[in-house]
C-alpha cells in the first residue's frame, strides 16, 4: 500500500470515483455520470487518497473561504477503513491554507459523531442545537 492525497480534479477518474460510493456511502448520489463531473466542477476543495495512482477515498468541502465551511461525502473505500486514510482526508481539507480562516466549519453525520470528535469537531446537537435540512424528495428517481 502506497498511499498519496491530491486536492486536484485531473487526479480523479470520476467513474472509479462513483464506485466508491456505491460501495460505501449510505446516502444517495447521482447515477448521472455528467452530474458527477458537474458537482466536482463546482466544488472549491476537495482531497482525494489514491493507492498507486488508483482512488480510494474522497472528501469534500463547500465553502466561502472566509466564514463558513461545510464538509460532505467523505468516502474510503471499504478495504482500506481503518488505516487512518478518513483522518488524513479530513486534516488536510480543514488545515488547506485556503481554509485557515474559515471560522465554522460544519458536517451532518448520522453515526459516525466519534470519527468527527475525535479530530476536533464538536456534537453541537448535545448543546441543544439542531442540525436542520430540506430534502427533495422528487428527486430521488435520478439518484441511487
Ligand atoms: C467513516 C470513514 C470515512 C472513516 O475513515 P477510515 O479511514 O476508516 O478512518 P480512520 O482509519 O482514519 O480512523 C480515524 C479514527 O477514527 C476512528 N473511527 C473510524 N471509523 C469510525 C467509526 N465508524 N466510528 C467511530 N470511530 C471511527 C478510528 O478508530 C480512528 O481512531 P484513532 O485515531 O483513535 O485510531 C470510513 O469508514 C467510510 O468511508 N465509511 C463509509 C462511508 C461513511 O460513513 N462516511 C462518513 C459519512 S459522515
Keep these: 500500500m502506497n498511499i498519496s492525497y491530491s486536492h486536484s480534479k485531473d487526479d480523479i ?27 466536482l466542477k463546482n466544488t472549491p476543495l ?29 468516502v474510503v473505500d471499504k478495504p482500506y477503513q481503518g488505516k487512518g486514510i478518513g483522518k488524513q482526508l479530513i486534516l488536510r481539507l480543514i488545515n488547506h491554507p485556503k481554509v485557515k480562516r474559515v471560522r465554522t466549519i460544519a458536517l451532518g453525520t448520522k453515526d459516525k459523531t466519534s470519527f468527527y470528535e475525535k479530530l476536533g469537531f464538536t456534537n453541537v446537537n448535545k448543546y441543544g442545537g439542531h442540525y436542520l435540512i430540506l430534502v427533495r424528495k422528487e428527486r430521488d428517481h435520478e439518484l441511487e
Excluded: S
Design 46 to 74: 476537495l482531497v482525494a487518497a489514491f493507492d498507486n495512482g488508483k482512488i480510494v477515498g474522497f472528501a469534500r468541502m463547500l465553502t466561502d473561504y472566509v466564514r463558513w465551511g461545510e464538509i460532505y461525502d467523505v
Design 13 to 39: 477518474d470520476v467513474v472509479e470515483l462513483k464506485k466508491i460510493f456505491q460501495r460505501v456511502a449510505t446516502w444517495k448520489m447521482p447515477t448521472d455520470i455528467a452530474e458527477w463531473e458537474e458537482m
